[in-house]
């Protein structure tokens, strides 16, 4: 057994208590279905009810629509949300621990700082350091924020943001003025440090602190 995979630890409902599951794909799908790299048989969970992704050394969760919800940390999941070590997935009775050991030497920080920094796309709601952002962000504020949100970590380039964020004006330009006026309107409402700028490209979302 390698011990610089990702696993999840049983913690509650599966198995035997301590067992361990390597995270050894870049998507794990969690659910009731046979299919699924870990089958939870449980009444509350989906046949296809979670995934665990690996991006460049970080692991996200996302909820597959499932009928019941997906727990991280006691809050439910409504978008990608980074794993930091330690953190707890619930999906019914099954409790499960992330526990990344490369966590010290692979981008230290990132799934720590953004773990601080969550969004609810259904609600369209902006959580920093566990308290809900108020008042909240104007709809293209939110949507591009989301849509870093959503590729934490990678580039993301000015023409990307532009469809993301006003796709009613594609048969028109949005000019790069535009974008930037509303990442700094968004940075004056989160915090300066979250946004990144590519030079000569775009924006990068990843806490800096």
Request: with cysteine.
């Amino acid at each position: 057994m390698s011990h610089n995979v990702a696993r999840l630890m049983v913690r509650e409902g599966l198995g035997r208590v301590g067992q361990e599951i390597l995270l050894a794909d870049d998507v794990t799908t969690l659910g009731r279905a046979a299919s699924c790299q870990v089958v939870i048989d449980n009444d509350f969970a989906s046949r296809r009810h979670a995934q665990i992704v690996r991006r460049e050394d970080v692991y996200w969760l996302r909820d597959l629509d499932s009928k019941n919800g997906t727990l991280l940390d006691n809050e439910r999941v409504t978008a990608e949300t980074p794993l930091a070590d330690g953190a707890e997935i619930r999906i019914g009775s099954v409790v499960l621990r992330f526990v990344d050991p490369a966590a010290t030497r692979t981008q230290p920080d990132l799934a720590a700082s953004l773990a601080r920094l969550r969004m609810d796309a259904s609600a369209r709601q902006v959580w920093l350091h566990g308290q809900l952002l108020s008042p909240p962000l104007t709809t293209k504020q939110f949507d591009l924020l989301l849509y870093l949100y959503q590729r934490t970590g990678e580039a993301v380039s000015k023409d990307e943001l532009a469809a993301a964020v006003w796709p009613e004006d594609q048969s028109e330009a949005v000019y790069d003025y535009q974008i930037d006026k509303m990442v700094s309107r968004v940075r004056e409402r989160i915090g300066k440090e979250w946004i990144e700028t590519v030079w000569g490209f775009g924006y990068r979302l990843g806490s800096r602190e």
